[in-house]
């Protein structure tokens, strides 16, 4: 299948670092996103990687190894309101422009 | 960036009634759109893909009577919940692609009683 793999839950400190893994299958591999969800609110955009490597973008950061089938949602100076759930999502040439999205990593930030 | 619009934000009808909830690609033209399901704490589940000028794609086990969707224009899609149900409510979710983005809308609240 095309199964998109994070972890479920995640907790980390105001001001600290962290880390959210996705790992996806690589057969056909077209994209990855990764989107920010707060509860009871649709998904917004964060970023989007297609080749190998970090892309930063102020606080957030991504990275993409395309051999690997692997990916990461770096984010810095965590702030309370970055609490939320972080989406992975990956486009497969082989599903019609349609994202493949995984359950989600819920992150709680803690003062 | 792109600003998708979806109305009503949140709705609650009686067992049995029909809800017609609208998609709007405002500042670009969509002919793919996708409707999303979202339960409590879990991902987007996709519905159907949305089509322009033609009928919709639907998703495995997303029953095409029960789920009424259509694309009459370039920014418009509704989805109509038929002879909704309780088990029906849920978060739904559309999104507009655009160069092979997807912005989201804001969601649709549906809690049928």
């Known amino acids: 299948g095309q199964n998109i793999d994070q972890p479920t839950e995640m907790t980390a400190t105001e001001g600290a670092i962290v880390q959210i893994n996705c790992t996806y299958q690589t057969s056909g591999f077209n994209g990855l996103f990764w989107y920010q969800q707060h509860a009871g609110e649709a998904p917004t955009f964060l970023s989007y990687n297609v080749l190998d490597g970090l892309e930063e973008k102020g606080r957030f950061s991504s990275f993409l190894s395309r051999s690997k089938g692997y990916s990461y949602l770096l984010l810095k100076e965590l702030q309370m309101k970055d609490s939320a759930s972080y989406l992975c999502?990956?486009?497969?040439?082989?599903?019609?422009?349609?994202?493949?999205f995984g359950d989600g990593t819920t992150l709680t930030v803690k003062p | 960036g792109a600003v998708v619009s979806q109305h009503p934000s949140r709705v609650i009808c009686k067992s049995g009634t029909s809800v017609k909830i609208e998609c709007r690609s405002l500042d670009f033209q969509a002919t793919t759109m996708f409707w999303y399901r979202q339960f409590p704490k879990k991902s987007l589940m996709l519905m159907a893909t949305s089509n322009e000028g033609s009928k919709a794609t639907y998703e495995q086990g997303v029953e095409k009577d029960k789920f009424l969707i259509n694309h009459a224009s370039l920014t418009l899609s509704t989805l109509t919940v038929t002879s909704a149900h309780p088990e029906d409510s849920s978060f739904y979710i559309c999104?507009?692609?655009?160069?092979?983005?997807?912005?989201f809308g804001p969601g649709t609240r549906l809690t049928v009683l």
């Open positions: 999104s507009a692609q655009q160069h092979g983005e997807q912005f």
């Open positions: 999502a990956v486009l497969f040439n082989t599903n019609a422009g349609k994202s493949t």
